[in-house]
């Protein structure tokens, strides 16, 4: 499957550049949902392919697969955790409201995100460090040894970079968020790397539950499908000298403290399981490090494009 950089899709298109949503929602098992054949609508989607309970949308730049009674979608074939289901009344699928303004949107046109400010700090938090080394014992080496590699590489392009430890001490959740929230203007990428079960490999990103309101809620999705995606295209390009098959497990919600403290646009990273015998040997080469931490200041860089009102008239007027 292609990935396209999401923010290819920003600025050619979509519709509706400043239109609220037309549509008013309907209520299946209390809660509200949207039929799809009016986000066909909004979204200009004139392609619409149903193959069993597989529905696909497509418009000029966008593609979104849903599946009925499934929360797993995909938007330029980037996977995505849907916090409600695909449901049916009167044989039309329909999404949920929260999920359209929470995910959909933000993705689609992130552009109109109302709290997306632009920023001139990135706040990189490697994890754990000192008394807790993380997963397998060395999550906290490797996620500061990519974090300092991401700070070189802002660093060069006149960001300011503040990072939450700089060696290998143990920094409490409270004091990384104190030191998030007492920047102005600020992104934050916390670095992680994951445990589980023997088999299970793959990269993920996290952003805070939909289901807790956040001012940064919608901006944290635009930022994670920005790194998201550019942290597989990378990571799965074989031109860049290394391919390292890296599966894509999605975009989730998830209610860490982490993510809900922080006041600015915040993602958590788990870049792959040191748990996973093959993959660990990957995580651990400094060839992965290095195409990682380009990719995620790549992404930060489309984020950056995204969002910026200006820059998206600039590129698409004659
Ligand atoms: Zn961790």
């Not at 788990?270 to 660990?280: N, S």
Request: charged share 20%.
């Amino acid at each position: 499957m292609k990935l396209v950089p999401l923010l290819l899709l920003h600025l050619c298109g979509p519709v509706h550049a400043d239109t609220p949503f037309p549509w008013s929602p309907v209520t299946i098992n209390h809660k509200e949902y949207i039929p799809l054949t009016t986000i066909r609508q909004f979204y200009h989607f004139d392609q619409e392919t149903i193959n069993g309970n597989r529905v696909q949308l497509q418009n000029r730049t966008a593609t979104v697969d849903l599946t009925v009674g499934d929360q797993a979608a995909r938007i330029n074939g980037v996977r995505f955790f849907l916090s409600d289901p695909i449901k049916t009344r009167h044989q039309t699928p329909h999404l949920s409201k929260l999920d359209l303004t929470s995910l959909i949107d933000p993705v689609l046109r992130p552009h109109q995100i109302k709290q997306a400010p632009s920023f001139d700090t990135v706040v990189l938090d490697p994890g754990h460090g000192g008394s807790d080394q993380g997963s397998a014992g060395l999550e906290a080496k490797h996620t500061l040894a990519v974090a300092l590699l991401i700070q070189e590489i802002l660093g060069k392009k006149a960001y300011k970079v503040i990072m939450t430890r700089t060696g290998n001490e143990r920094v409490p959740l409270p004091s990384r968020v104190g030191i998030i929230n007492r920047q102005n203007n600020a992104i934050v990428i916390s670095l992680h790397f994951n445990s589980g079960r023997k088999e299970v490999s793959g990269f993920e990103t996290y952003v805070v539950s939909a289901r807790q309101p956040h001012p940064a809620g919608q901006a944290s999705v635009a930022l994670a499908a920005a790194v998201h995606t550019r942290s597989l295209m990378q990571l799965n390009h074989a031109r860049s000298g290394h391919h390292f098959r890296t599966l894509d497990r999605g975009i989730r919600h998830a209610r860490f403290r982490l993510l809900k403290d922080s006041k600015h646009p915040i993602i958590l990273i788990e870049a792959g399981f040191l748990t996973h015998k093959k993959e660990a040997s990957l995580i651990t080469t400094k060839a992965y490090q290095q195409t990682l931490a380009d990719a995620i200041a790549q992404g930060i860089a489309d984020y950056r494009i995204s969002i910026s009102k200006k820059e998206r008239q600039d590129r698409v007027s004659p």
